[in-house]
């Protein structure tokens, strides 16, 4: 299977496409796909990159990722045994090339602005969740009416976007394998010392080759986007363990020093580590 881009499988005939998942892992490698997804992920937690931003995924979340922006989910098998993930997949066009144009439609025009760069749904939820329940049990039409009611209560929601940049251009193969590497070994290593030869000897490019193409694909440096891993990570450890140190939980995340954690975090997050303990407990 090729990494990028990924095809959504479906009949030639077929509009709209219904995934019901459920997986110990979901499918972890970075991918792009012409068709917008709608996703509520109903069990399973764990990472979510998507574009040039680091995110996480858990139970209720309801999130929207626009045609061909890269993206790629990490379940954490420690939170969970199982991901169970219901998901609409369709395009701009699925339903007529102009139907989405229609004047009727310009009160969910937004919807497809904003989905460029992907979203989470904030508030409310419980008419959402209830919906994509209802989907498994729905014939073809059905389905097509649920999603228009779908995208009309994600128009009316509160919700926070999911990336911030998104590169353009549709990746080639060898660039999405490229990508994927870089961020499966970022994933795996995190917590251990990441040169800069040694990721770029990952990518198959020389060290200033590999800064700019890592660059104008993400928006940030390499740095940046390991230091945000490890941020990502430790905050799932301040969850997961509320009586750990904070130093602790700095060294197992590859952080050589508290000191260092701290700056970085609070950089990342806008609060300490501390701070953010106190929020959650």
Known sequence: MKVLPFKIPKPDNEALVYQEERLKVLYDQLHQHSEIQISYVEKGAGTLIVGDTINTFSPDDILVLGGYLPHVFRTDTKFSDETVVYTLFFDRKSFGKHFFDLPD???????????????KILTPKDKLIKL????????????????????DLITKAEKTPLSSFVYKKKYTDDEGKRMNDVFNYVMENYMEPITLEEISEIANMTRNAFCRYFKKRTNKTFFQFLIEIRIENACKLINSNPDQSISSISELCGFRNTANFNRKFKEVKGITPSHYRLQRF
Do not use: P, W
């Not at 439609?105 to 979203?119: P, R, V």
């Not at 994509?132 to 995208?151: A, E, G």
């Open 105 to 119: 439609m310009e009160i969910i025009s937004d919807f497809f602005n904003e989905s460029e760069y992907g979203m």
């Open 132 to 151: 994509f329940l209802k989907l498994k049990d729905q014939n073809k039409v059905q389905r097509i009416s649920s999603l228009l009611r779908i995208i």
